[in-house]
């Protein structure tokens, strides 16, 4: 896995998605690079995601498939959250996805998740799985 030590614009380095989310504000705008991430990703705020294009950048939650003791995201109630051009894999018990806010979702491929959910293989969801206008990004983070 390829991630160069980068720094956000409050100064931190970052070296991981999850690093990332921790440091960001409200309605920040997290960039991928086209690489593999493995990470079990916990949001509790509102977060807008982009990855290169779903060849390109994969979130996974293990290196192998239906090996993961948990989703690839975790989002918590009420956050507004847009996941984009990405492959979400490797998910288990909540799928690829555990999503308990609201939830955009474009051009994404959510392959090889696990779901104890037989209605939802590929995420789950406990409120509505929409998501509404959210304000716009206050700053931009790069993981290269």
């Keep these: 896995m390829?991630?160069?030590t980068m720094y956000s614009g409050k100064?931190?380095?970052i070296s991981s998605i999850v690093?990332?989310?921790?440091?960001?504000?409200?309605?920040?705008?997290?960039?991928l690079s086209g690489s593999i991430f493995t990470e079990e990703i916990?949001?509790?705020?509102?977060?807008?995601?982009?990855?290169?294009?779903?060849?390109l950048t994969i979130v996974q939650a293990a290196k192998s498939p239906y090996t993961a003791t948990t989703s690839v995201f975790k989002i918590n109630e009420n956050c507004y959250v847009t996941l984009r051009n990405m492959t979400i894999r490797h998910g288990n018990n909540d799928g690829g996805i555990e999503n308990r806010g609201r939830l955009w979702i474009e051009k994404c491929a959510i392959v090889q998740n696990q779901s104890n959910f037989k209605e939802h293989p590929f995420?789950?969801?406990k409120k509505d799985p929409s998501m509404s206008a959210?304000?716009?990004?206050?700053r931009s983070i790069?993981?290269?």
């Design 42 to 55: 916990s949001i509790n705020k509102s977060l807008i995601i982009n990855g290169q294009s779903p060849l």
């Design 11 to 13: 100064g931190f380095p």
């Design 2 to 4: 390829l991630i160069e």
């Design 19 to 31: 690093q990332a989310v921790s440091q960001a504000d409200h309605f920040d705008v997290i960039n």
């Design 142 to 144: 790069l993981l290269p």
């Design 123 to 125: 995420f789950s969801y």
């Design 134 to 138: 959210a304000a716009p990004p206050q």
